[in-house]
T-cell receptor, first 110, second 112 residues
């Protein structure tokens, strides 16, 4: 089993739609969780950290479910500019190496 | 604000040739990393350096060597390139104890 798994997609949604991605992790002791965004042929960039209580940044909401060992990313009112690959990232130990999921591709259509 | 700078951006090699990918950061970060990214595989860690003078293997180190030349620079060397090493390579850095990575723009390597 991979340490971090994501649905690779692609998710094809119309503008204005709400879309959610899930990511599961295998190490129950994992400490830190993040979502990165990667545009085509570019480097990954941090989108948001994921906190235990859940957190929101504008149209983006991230949640953590430790009991079921998954994190989620919800995008409301999708924009064309949201089209990208979204990478789930987990740190098994505090300050340890980051483990990347394979990414979920999102395509927002007019 | 250069951040993390990688060179070269593109390279084509023949099987058996050697080359070095260069990476430098100007953020005074202690930790530096080399990842490769292949379609459907996500980013896989090749080597990392927690601090100047130390290096450790990641998930896929075979066929690569690294040098942490100083705090700023972390190079990745392919001694004898193979077609399986065709990939996009990303260098990244982070401050000690922090988990947020800053990536370079990537180096696209093709081995024929």
């Amino acid at each position: 089993r991979k340490e971090v798994e994501q649905d690779p997609g692609p998710f094809n949604v119309p503008e204005g739609a709400t879309v959610a991605f899930n990511c599961t992790y295998s190490n129950s002791a994992s400490q830190s969780f993040f979502w990165y965004r990667q545009d085509c042929r570019k480097e990954p960039k941090l989108l948001m950290s994921v906190y235990s209580s859940g957190n929101e940044d504008g149209r983006f909401t991230a949640q953590l479910n430790r009991a079921s060992q998954y994190i989620s990313l919800l995008i409301r009112d999708s924009k064309l500019s949201d089209s990208a690959t979204y990478l789930c990232v987990v740190t098994p130990t505090q300050g340890g190496k980051l483990i990347f999921g394979q990414g979920t591709e999102l395509s927002v259509k007019p | 604000n250069a951040g993390v700078t990688q060179t070269p951006k593109f390279q084509v090699l023949k099987t058996g040739q050697s080359m070095t990918l260069q990476c430098a950061q100007d953020m005074n970060h202690n930790s530096m990393y080399w990842y490769r990214q292949d379609p459907g595989m996500g980013l896989r860690l090749i080597y990392y350096s927690a601090s100047e003078g130390t290096t450790d293997k990641g998930e896929v180190p075979n066929g690569y060597n690294v040098s942490r030349l100083n705090k700023r620079e972390f190079s990745l060397r392919l001694e004898s390139a193979a077609p399986s090493q065709t990939s996009v390579y990303f260098c990244a850095s982070t401050a000690s104890g922090a988990n947020v990575l800053t990536f370079g723009a990537g180096s696209r390597l093709t081995v024929l």
